[in-house]
């Protein structure tokens, strides 16, 4: 499928920390480096050497145009691509809030267009990409999972009402749990830590298990119970973070809450 992109080109508007980290899995996944034109303003030293077409235009009919710049300078960023609408160039977007209907209003409705909503950790190629498409883009859904595989899992949405569940989880979830690091040392050093030994064992706990986790068989309810014994120093803990009013869960679900609804937002 990779071969599509290799043959025709892919452009990539946009070369961030999102756009770096999946021109880089495309690299390693064996798309040529001149294969692929990026756009991009301020380029890093990395995205200097690397190869591709840097700020020298688009082809006149790449495979796919994947746009990689935040929501708020879409609109400003769209029309350097508009000539590529309603034709067979793929257009994936990974930004929050950004409407398929909006793309289509820009860059034409005949325009095949791949949502997609990857998250930070594909940047050590363990992201997890959610993607949907419009009626133009259904076709293209097998190389937009193609390219998102490069840096991780994919899963395919029942629709785009589903995106902004995913930006609250997946999209925007790689900051809570960089929060629960923080937390966890702030909580080591409260009981008498140095800074340094309870960030140390707060970061290889959180990655040890998230390790075990993506591993094992086993059900994350079970993993936890496996680590419980009744009465003893986790269980303590478990019924403060677990208690149904003021413990995790509920605290949890207002977050995502609150991650989703400004999705909405965002796109209307």
Known sequence: MLDTVARDGLVLLGCGKMGTALLTGWLAAGVPATSVWVIEPNPSDWLNASGVHLNKGVPPAPAVALLAVKPQMMGAALPALQALGNGTTLFISIAAGTSIATFEAALGPRTPIVRT????????????????????????????????????????????????????????????????????????????????????????????????????????????????????????????????????????????????????????
């Open 117 to 268: 909503m990857p998250n930070t950790p594909a940047m050590v190629g363990r992201g997890i990409t959610g993607i949907c498409a419009n009626a133009a883009g259904q076709s293209g859904l097998a190389l937009a999972r193609a390219l998102m595989l490069a840096v991780g899992e994919v899963v395919e949405l029942d629709g785009e009402h589903q995106i902004d569940a995913v930006t609250a989880i997946s999209g925007s979830g790689p900051a809570y749990v960089f929060h629960l690091i923080e937390a966890m040392a702030a909580a080591g050093v409260a009981e008498g830590l140095s800074p340094e030994v309870a960030m140390k064992l707060a970061r290889a706990t959180v990655c040890g298990a998230g390790e075990l986790a993506y591993r094992s068989p086993e059900a994350a309810a079970q993993l936890r119970i496996n680590v419980t014994s009744p009465g003893g120093t986790t269980a303590a803990a478990l019924a403060h973070l677990m208690d149904p009013v003021t413990g995790l869960p509920p605290l949890m679900a207002r977050a995502a809450h609150a991650a989703a609804e400004r999705g909405r937002e965002l796109g209307k």
